[in-house]
């Protein structure tokens, strides 16, 4: 009888935790543990949960993509670093990222800087759009060629 109580314990605490936000099954793992629940209680009610559906690395590592593409832009390898820090397995996180193109984010995130930087001078402009991206985790070729497009498109403007 104590072993259903806790297992009911221990699946409350998950929907509890999962009601903010999708999470990974490490994530809810972690957690679960931090709150001390046994491990084959934490490893029974990861298996109701996955039998609900609502523990599956797939569709959370869809929406962490989604989430980060259309409210914090990042870069596809910092996507995927975040990703990994949530313990998804390599195979989902390649099949989730593989369409993500660092170029159009980059240009994205450049033209909403432009009204703040237009004023600059060349180098200034670099400096200033290579740490915005920079921080973002874009490559520094993505930032170099994104800054030369955003340049040419400005002196044409003119």
């Known amino acids: 009888m104590a072993d259903r109580n806790s297992l009911q314990s ?8 999962l009601s903010y936000r999708p999470r990974s099954e490490a994530e809810i793992r972690q957690w679960l543990r931090r709150r001390n629940f046994a491990s084959e209680v934490t490893e029974e009610a990861i298996a109701r949960l996955r039998e609900q559906n609502l523990s599956d690395d797939f569709a959370f590592a869809q929406f962490w993509r989604d989430n980060r593409l259309s409210f914090r832009p ?3 390898r910092l996507i995927e670093k975040e990703l990994r820090d949530k313990k998804v397995a390599a195979e989902i996180i390649e099949q989730v990222t593989e369409n993500i193109n660092d170029e159009e984010i980059a240009y994205k995130l450049g033209s909403s800087r432009m009204p703040a930087l237009a004023h600059l001078d060349y180098p200034d402009f670099l400096r200033r759009l290579a740490n915005y991206l920079g921080y973002r985790g874009f490559s520094y070729q993505v930032i170099r060629d994104t800054a030369a497009r955003l340049w040419r498109e400005k002196e ?3």
Not at 10 to 17: E, P, S, T, W
Request: hydrophobic share 20%; glycine share 0%.
């Open 10 to 17: 221990c699946l409350d605490a998950a929907y509890r935790y």
């Open 74 to 76: 990042k870069s596809k």
């Open 156 to 158: 044409n403007n003119k």
